[in-house]
């Protein structure tokens, strides 16, 4: 009789907790909980795949597989905000493949608020917990903005969002024969800045520590990144 009555127990039990759910739906946690902090080691990732791409020794990829996982959800570990530039592609150049990286690309890698937009995007929904503002060498946006002259509408658009790098370049190396490389790295910083200025999501992300933010720059004939001092490790050339 006793061993009847601690079954019935049992399943009275049971048949409430299924109740509960039931009545409830399915247990839930606040989002806050389900996100992980900011970590250096994205940014190590980052590096990592870099070298191979520098060293040749790219990892294969099943592409067929990674299709087929990320059909219904992505997330993306990392945001790249880079140049349209043909020959720095940020998949390529830090070997990664499909639903790795979150990639918005812009001449110059400026950022307006549709690039803005897609990086709060990143960040707030897809929990990306890495932005890095990626320039490169002879940048053809910068060196518009520095040589001048008259644009269409739509690069000109581009160009005034650079102008204020090349001033500050300028004002730093005033007898540089060449300002352009200078150029390039004022402008990666400034619209790295740009980001934090403009964005309340992303500062408040930065300020949890949800978020990490890093630049960087590309170089044409090596294939190297280095990341800026002061954000990442790395250091400039």
Known sequence: M?????????????????AALLFLGPLSFPASSQKPSASKEDLTRLIAGNRRFMQGRRRRVNY?????????????????????????????????????????????NVVDLVALGSIEYAAEHLHSKLLLVLGHESCGAVKAAVDGGHYS????????????????????????IDILP??????????????????????RLVENRELKIASGEYWLRSGRVDIFPGIGEGSRK
């Open 2 to 18: 006793q061993k009847i009555k601690q079954r019935f127990s049992l399943k009275l039990g049971s048949c409430l907790v299924a």
């Open 64 to 108: 067929e597989r990674e299709r087929a996982a990320l059909i219904y959800e992505q997330h993306p570990y990392a945001t790249v905000l880079s140049c349209s530039d043909s020959r720095v592609p940020p998949e390529i150049v830090f070997d990664e493949s499909l639903g790795k990286l979150f990639v918005i690309r812009v001449a110059g």
């Open 153 to 176: 509408p739509g690069i000109e658009a581009i160009v005034e969002k650079i102008k204020p790098a090349v001033e500050i370049a300028k004002r730093k190396h005033p007898d540089a």
């Open 182 to 203: 200078y150029a390039v790295v004022e402008n990666i910083e400034l619209q790295t800045k740009s980001v934090l200025a403009q964005s309340e999501i992303i500062s």
